[in-house]
């Protein structure tokens, strides 16, 4: 018989719903606020980012690791080499949705119903001790 | 006692006077946490008072079964030394058996001051802030967590449920099985072998439906070797025990596993090349190759002469076998350095470390690898699925060593040799996929593969995963937990050496706070002195509880908690890998609900967290917390203006999970929501495009980075555990010289005595002391005989560091000769608990905790001490019984 450790698939995820996204030369703000173990690395809970054009998630997270440094990285990505993917302790809604390494690369959705702003979440899940 | 026992019973039928005119007559469905299993039960309440527990027979969740422990839980309900109000210490020295002379306080007063002293932590460092949680309300203690998260510590721990009985276990399971544990598929397994477990023939997790399904395998004819060092209540229903020496499994296993490969030729080709990486080339270095521009693992394409990405669609026949040049250098498939690294394991060097027969070995080799019967299919619910009616488990016991990784890696590695793992008749992982169900499509989870196509687990207890494991980093937890990232737990959270450590790597902060939940370290964890010396670095210690007990002598505050009978719980059972029954089914999700009200000022430990979170105004923070915990969103995410009751919490969870209709009005009515399980959910292997490892590549990695972070700090590395194969390491209590010192000590978790708490319950008392082992030690009658020590005679048993307890021994033929058992959560001082007091042995006391006795992997508590016995100088006390 063909090899029955390989079946036919169950049916994957629907991927997260996009929202609507705007030109890419319109300048988009990004409200970030940080919670948690994360507000002790940045040392301020809010954050207002104005980008040329809509970031990707990724995009946003560079940017904070700029301006953070590493030990925001750190808690925020699992590796400090490439291919840089979330912690799986860290959480991240965007929007009220709760987003995964999937939505790292595709440009943050725009709020529906709201002025022109996007709102993060940074919640590292601490673990340990 | 006997005053105690008759003061409940009077409590008890205080309703119940004869001729009482019967003005409520209820059922309440709810869940028992009395030990992990979380079985459904059925509270009946006669005029305000709960006459009777039993099980719940509309929930899979228990079946309709409950053991012992279960239906005593009544006497939880109403024991009269139960904390009935908060009490402020006066006393203001701490000390093991010191009486902080406690005097009672209003809630007010406790809450004000707790939160003074947490405001006060958070200004400094909030890392300050030591959360201690106990594991046996697991799914439901988390709350807790969510208020480390909000209120920014990453200092939790669950004291001695995690540093005994997880980080090995639960990683392993983790890593290849997508979940907590694992347990035989018992409709359709035919042999089964235990390696320190007791799945279905004890307590924990998914308990009594195990028990029943254990008991139909064995009447269908499922062959049960269990081995152990101790014939116990496993070993008791199986057809073989095999005696092993204590923490020696990896040695064993891999004895069979090389029978299997290298003397038997018997290995599931097909399953190894596709769901394995097993046909990943392993380069010179002992890493794996890997292709320069996409990073991805190569294999060997027998058919194009030629190396390709693993993922490549051509890589269907990949080698096994061979070397290769690739990149220029030699490289073999990763089952090739496995069959190679197995020949140092024969049969002959497996008796030499356990004890087994080489002879056993071949056999019990020959028999699981025949009863695998290795390509054969069955048809389930009309779907053909891999048949491998063969399964390697393991547990505690196994894990609950030093080596604790390559032990359970060692043990699990015989499943995926035969490909036995998450088929029909094989090893199942605890639940590792669910489709949802049918209307909501939720809960919904399956593993996923990573950068490697290996797997990472689609649900887990906790966020912090075992695959892939974070890169290592220099800490700044107390528990070091970010330096050793395979691990869940930490017992440098109350080591001997914590300050040591602390300062080596320069941490800039000292605990300060402690919020306890049920947790009593002091007993839990190891030698009481030595968390007895950690507890002392703390100003404040509020500590939520059910009784007072030996923890309580270092606490400040103490809060009386209301009992698993009187709270809610939205997810008792979920995540579903951790105490949701496996294998086939039907899928159930009920809730806890209080079936009688808390008694004098007894209060939610989550609801007074909760309403603390908000008068530190951390209410943004504590509701994303829980939204990120209980994976809220949409519609029935917190808002994060909000303020919440922790019913409004459970009701949102419940909708968010199985639609508006069915909120907690609905859950209060029907007690559980039910949908039945698929095949593809069950035996999820073939249907799901991951890998797990066989060559644990990562861990080199992790071991290089681990390594270089620890030497700088100048704390001792051994790469020996960060090999790629398994292997078996010897325990330090292997390696004590002194031959006066003979015998190995271990102790085992009781069927009845599960935690600390049921030692003070009568009926499980009664139930117990009926028991000829659960307040004795257990020692072999040769060995007995060669030391001059008779059956109930009372002994020393005494430690090479010169740690010792005293206990009564209880002479039998089924202990390995070179081992003594004891049964856990024994051994009580406090007044506080006079049914528990003095009864059995407190065997932690004879374990070190520091970084030698720690693995280096996982930071697992090394479990067993080399001991000996001698007689004791008074035959006349009780020493426990």
């Given at each position: 018989?063909?090899?029955?450790?390989?079946?036919?698939?169950a049916?994957?995820?629907?991927?997260?719903?996009?929202?609507?996204?705007?030109?890419?030369?319109?300048?988009?703000?990004?409200?970030?606020s940080?919670?948690?173990?994360?507000?002790?690395?940045?040392?301020?809970?809010?954050?207002?980012?104005?980008?040329?054009?809509?970031?990707?998630?990724?995009?946003?997270?560079?940017?904070?690791e700029?301006?953070?440094?590493a030990?925001?990285?750190?808690?925020?990505?699992?590796?400090?080499?490439?291919?840089?993917?979330?912690?799986?302790?860290?959480?991240?809604?965007?929007?009220?949705?709760?987003v995964?390494?999937?939505?790292?690369?595709?440009?943050?959705?725009?709020?529906?119903?709201?002025?022109?702003?996007?709102?993060?979440?940074?919640?590292?899940?601490?673990?340990g001790? | 006692?006997?005053?105690?026992?008759?003061?409940?019973?009077?409590?008890?039928?205080?309703?119940?006077?004869?001729?009482?005119?019967?003005?409520?007559?209820?059922?309440?469905p709810?869940?028992?946490?009395?030990?992990?299993?979380?079985c459904?039960?059925?509270?009946?309440?006669?005029?305000?008072?709960?006459?009777?527990?039993?099980g719940?027979?509309?929930?899979?969740?228990?079946?309709?079964?409950?053991?012992?422990?279960?239906?005593?839980?009544?006497?939880?309900?109403?024991?009269?030394?139960?904390?009935?109000?908060?009490?402020?210490?006066?006393?203001?020295?701490?000390?093991?058996?010191?009486?902080?002379?406690?005097?009672?306080?209003?809630?007010e007063?406790?809450?004000?001051?707790?939160?003074?002293?947490?405001?006060?932590?958070?200004?400094?460092?909030?890392?300050?802030?030591?959360?201690?949680?106990?594991?046996?309300?697991?799914?439901?203690?988390?709350?807790?967590?969510?208020?480390?998260?909000?209120?920014?510590?990453?200092?939790?721990?669950?004291?001695?449920?995690?540093?005994?009985?997880?980080?090995?276990?639960?990683?392993?399971g983790?890593?290849?099985?997508?979940?907590?544990?694992v347990?035989?598929?018992?409709?359709?397994?035919?042999y089964?072998?235990y390696?320190?477990?007791?799945?279905?023939?004890?307590?924990?997790?998914?308990?009594?439906?195990?028990?029943?399904?254990?008991?139909?395998?064995?009447?269908?004819?499922?062959?049960?070797?269990?081995?152990?060092?101790?014939?116990?209540?496993?070993?008791a229903k199986?057809?073989?025990?095999?005696?092993?020496?204590?923490?020696?499994?990896a040695?064993?296993?891999?004895?069979?596993?090389?029978?299997?490969?290298?003397?038997l030729?018997?290995?599931d080709?097909?399953?190894?090349?596709?769901?394995?990486?097993?046909?990943?080339?392993?380069?010179?270095?002992?890493?794996?190759?890997?292709?320069?521009?996409?990073?991805?693992?190569?294999?060997?394409?027998?058919?194009?002469?030629?190396?390709?990405?693993?993922?490549?669609?051509?890589?269907?026949?990949?080698?096994?076998?061979?070397?290769?040049r690739?990149n220029?250098e030699?490289?073999?498939?990763?089952?090739?350095?496995?069959?190679?690294?197995?020949?140092?394991?024969?049969?002959?060097?497996?008796?030499r470390?356990?004890?087994?027969?080489?002879?056993?070995?071949?056999?019990l080799?020959?028999?699981?690898?025949e009863?695998?019967?290795?390509?054969?299919?069955i048809?389930?619910?009309?779907?053909?699925?891999?048949?491998?009616?063969?399964?390697?488990?393991?547990?505690?016991?196994?894990?609950?060593?030093k080596?604790?990784m390559?032990?359970c890696?060692?043990?699990?590695?015989?499943?995926?040799?035969?490909?036995?793992a998450?088929?029909?008749?094989?090893?199942?992982?605890?639940?590792?996929?669910?489709?949802?169900?049918?209307?909501?499509?939720?809960p919904?989870?399956?593993p996923?593969?990573?950068?490697?196509?290996?797997?990472?687990?689609?649900?887990?207890?906790?966020?912090?995963?075992?695959?892939?494991?974070?890169?290592?980093?220099?800490?700044?937890?107390?528990?070091?937990?970010?330096?050793?990232?395979?691990?869940?737990?930490?017992?440098?959270?109350?080591s001997?050496?914590?300050?040591?450590?602390?300062?080596?790597?320069?941490?800039?902060?000292?605990?300060?706070?402690?919020?306890?939940?049920?947790?009593?370290?002091?007993?839990?964890?190891?030698?009481?002195?030595?968390?007895?010396?950690?507890?002392?670095?703390?100003?404040?210690?509020?500590?939520?509880?059910?009784?007072?007990?030996?923890?309580?002598?270092?606490?400040?505050?103490?809060?009386?908690?209301?009992?698993?009978?009187?709270?809610?719980?939205?997810?008792?059972?979920?995540?579903?890998?951790?105490?949701?029954?496996?294998?086939?089914?039907?899928?159930?999700?009920p809730?806890?609900?209080?079936?009688?009200?808390p008694?004098?000022?007894?209060?939610?430990?989550?609801?007074v967290?909760?309403?603390?979170?908000?008068?530190?105004?951390?209410?943004?923070?504590?509701?994303?917390?829980?939204?990120?915990?209980?994976?809220?969103?949409?519609?029935?995410?917190?808002?994060?203006?909000?303020?919440?009751?922790?019913?409004?919490i459970?009701?949102?969870?419940?909708?968010?999970?199985?639609?508006?209709?069915?909120?907690?009005?609905?859950?209060?009515?029907?007690?559980?929501?039910?949908?039945p399980?698929?095949?593809?959910?069950?035996?999820?292997?073939?249907?799901?495009?991951?890998?797990?490892?066989i060559?644990?590549?990562?861990?080199?990695?992790?071991g290089?980075?681990?390594?270089?972070?620890?030497?700088?700090?100048?704390?001792?590395?051994?790469?020996?555990?960060?090999?790629?194969?398994?292997?078996?390491?010897?325990?330090?209590?292997?390696?004590?010289?002194?031959?006066?010192f003979?015998?190995?000590?271990?102790y085992?978790?009781?069927?009845?005595?599960?935690?600390?708490?049921?030692?003070?319950?009568?009926?499980?008392?009664?139930?117990a002391?009926?028991?000829?082992?659960?307040?004795?030690?257990?020692?072999?009658?040769?060995?007995?005989?060669?030391k001059g020590?008779?059956?109930?005679?009372?002994v020393?048993?005494?430690?090479?560091?010169?740690?010792r307890?005293?206990?009564?021994?209880?002479?039998?033929e089924?202990?390995?000769?070179?081992?003594?058992?004891?049964?856990?959560?024994?051994?009580?001082?406090?007044?506080?608990?006079?049914i528990?007091?003095?009864?059995?042995?407190?065997?932690?006391?004879?374990?070190?905790?520091?970084?030698?006795?720690?693995?280096?992997?996982?930071?697992?508590?090394d479990?067993?001490?080399?001991?000996?016995i001698?007689?004791?100088?008074?035959?006349?006390?009780?020493h426990?019984?």
């Open positions: 018989m063909g090899n029955a450790h390989n079946a036919a698939r049916p994957g995820t629907a991927p997260a719903a996009g929202g609507p996204t705007r030109p890419a030369a319109e300048p988009v703000t990004v409200r970030v940080f919670m948690g173990l994360i507000a002790y690395v940045t040392k301020e809970k809010e954050l207002a980012l104005e980008f040329a054009g809509t970031p990707t998630l990724r995009g946003l997270l560079d940017e904070l700029r301006r953070y440094g030990d925001f990285g750190a808690r925020v990505f699992r590796t400090s080499t490439p291919p840089r993917l979330l912690q799986m302790c860290t959480r991240i809604f965007v929007n009220g949705d709760l995964d390494d999937k939505a790292l690369d595709a440009p943050l959705p725009a709020a529906p119903g709201t002025p022109p702003a996007i709102l993060v979440y940074l919640l590292p899940a601490a673990t001790g | 006692m006997k005053d105690a026992r008759q003061e409940l019973e009077a409590v008890m039928h205080a309703g119940r006077v004869s001729g009482e005119e019967i003005r409520e007559d209820v059922w309440i709810s869940v028992c946490t009395i030990c992990y299993g979380g459904a039960i059925r509270a009946h309440r006669v005029n305000g008072t709960i006459v009777k527990i039993e719940n027979p509309a929930s899979p969740t228990g079946s309709g079964r409950l053991c012992a422990k279960g239906i005593a839980g009544i006497m939880i309900l109403y024991d009269p030394h139960r904390l009935k109000t908060p009490l402020r210490r006066t006393n203001p020295q701490k000390g093991i058996g010191i009486d902080p002379d406690w005097k009672p306080i209003s809630w007063e406790a809450l004000a001051e707790t939160a003074t002293r947490l405001e006060q932590v958070r200004a400094e460092d909030p890392r300050q802030l030591v959360l201690q949680v106990t594991t046996t309300m697991a799914p439901s203690s988390l709350l807790f967590f969510t208020f480390g998260w909000a209120f920014g510590t990453q200092n939790m721990w669950v004291a001695g449920g995690g540093v005994h009985c997880g980080n090995g276990a639960h990683a392993a983790g890593i290849t099985h997508a979940s907590w544990s347990v035989p598929d018992f409709k359709h397994c035919n089964a072998i390696f320190g477990a007791s799945k279905g023939h004890g307590a924990g997790h998914a308990a009594t439906p195990n028990i029943a399904q254990a008991a139909d395998a064995r009447e269908r004819g499922m062959r049960m070797v269990v081995v152990d060092p101790m014939c116990n209540f496993a070993a199986a057809n073989e025990w095999v005696p092993i020496r204590v923490g020696t499994d040695a064993l296993a891999l004895a069979m596993a090389n029978c299997l490969v290298n003397e030729g018997i290995y080709a097909e399953y190894l090349r596709t769901k394995t990486d097993a046909i990943y080339l392993v380069g010179p270095n002992g890493r794996y190759a890997r292709d320069a521009a996409s990073g991805k693992p190569l294999v060997w394409d027998a058919g194009a002469g030629a190396a390709k990405t693993y993922d490549d669609p051509a890589a269907k026949n990949a080698a096994l076998e061979g070397e290769f690739v220029g030699a490289c073999r498939p990763a089952f090739a350095v496995l069959r190679n690294h197995l020949k140092k394991y024969s049969a002959e060097e497996g008796e470390i356990s004890g087994v027969p080489a002879a056993t070995i071949r056999r080799a020959r028999e699981f690898g009863a695998a019967r290795v390509g054969s299919t048809v389930v619910d009309g779907v053909t699925l891999p048949y491998r009616p063969a399964s390697a488990i393991f547990f505690r016991g196994a894990q609950g060593h080596n604790s390559y032990n890696f060692a043990i699990d590695l015989l499943n995926h040799i035969v490909g036995a998450d088929v029909v008749g094989g090893t199942l992982g605890f639940n590792p996929v669910c489709h949802g169900h049918p209307e909501s499509g939720r919904r989870y399956q996923r593969p990573d950068r490697d196509g290996l797997m990472a687990v689609g649900s887990w207890m906790l966020p912090h995963v075992p695959y892939p494991p974070a890169e290592p980093r220099r800490p700044d937890s107390m528990g070091f937990t970010e330096l050793f990232p395979l691990s869940h737990v930490s017992p440098l959270m109350a001997s050496d914590q300050e040591q450590w602390w300062q080596r790597f320069d941490l800039p902060y000292r605990p300060k706070m402690m919020i306890n939940y049920g947790a009593n370290s002091i007993m839990s964890v190891g030698n009481k002195e030595a968390v007895a010396q950690s507890l002392k670095n703390f100003d404040f210690i509020v500590s939520f509880d059910l009784f007072l007990n030996e923890f309580s002598d270092f606490a400040d505050i103490v809060l009386p908690d209301a009992s698993y009978l009187e709270v809610f719980d939205p997810r008792p059972n979920f995540p579903f890998i951790f105490n949701h029954p496996a294998g086939l089914g039907d899928w159930g999700w809730i806890r609900q209080p079936v009688a009200e008694a004098y000022e007894r209060r939610s430990a989550r609801e967290l909760l309403g603390l979170a908000y008068r530190l105004g951390l209410g943004p923070e504590i509701n994303m917390a829980v939204n990120a915990f209980y994976g809220l969103d949409g519609p029935q995410m917190l808002d994060p203006a909000g303020t919440y009751t922790l019913e409004e459970c009701d949102r969870e419940l909708k968010h999970k199985f639609g508006p209709a069915r909120g907690l009005d609905w859950f209060k009515e029907h007690g559980v929501i039910t949908w399980k698929k095949a593809e959910e069950v035996y999820w292997r073939p249907f799901v495009d991951v890998r797990i490892p060559y644990h590549d990562y861990l080199v990695e992790l290089e980075r681990t390594g270089k972070l620890c030497e700088a700090a100048g704390m001792r590395f051994d790469p020996r555990y960060y090999g790629p194969l398994p292997e078996w390491l010897p325990c330090p209590s292997h390696e004590v010289k002194d031959a006066a003979d015998l190995h000590a271990f085992y978790r009781d069927a009845i005595q599960v935690n600390g708490f049921t030692m003070e319950n009568p009926w499980l008392d009664e139930v002391r009926m028991d000829p082992f659960s307040y004795r030690i257990a020692v072999n009658a040769e060995t007995a005989r060669r020590v008779k059956d109930g005679e009372a020393w048993v005494e430690t090479s560091t010169g740690r307890v005293a206990g009564r021994v209880r002479v039998t089924g202990i390995q000769p070179e081992a003594i058992g004891i049964a856990a959560c024994a051994g009580h001082w406090t007044e506080h608990q006079p528990a007091r003095g009864k059995g042995v407190f065997f932690n006391d004879l374990l070190e905790i520091d970084f030698e006795h720690t693995s280096p992997v996982n930071l697992n508590l479990l067993c001490a080399k001991v000996r001698t007689r004791h100088e008074d035959q006349h006390a009780p426990g019984t």
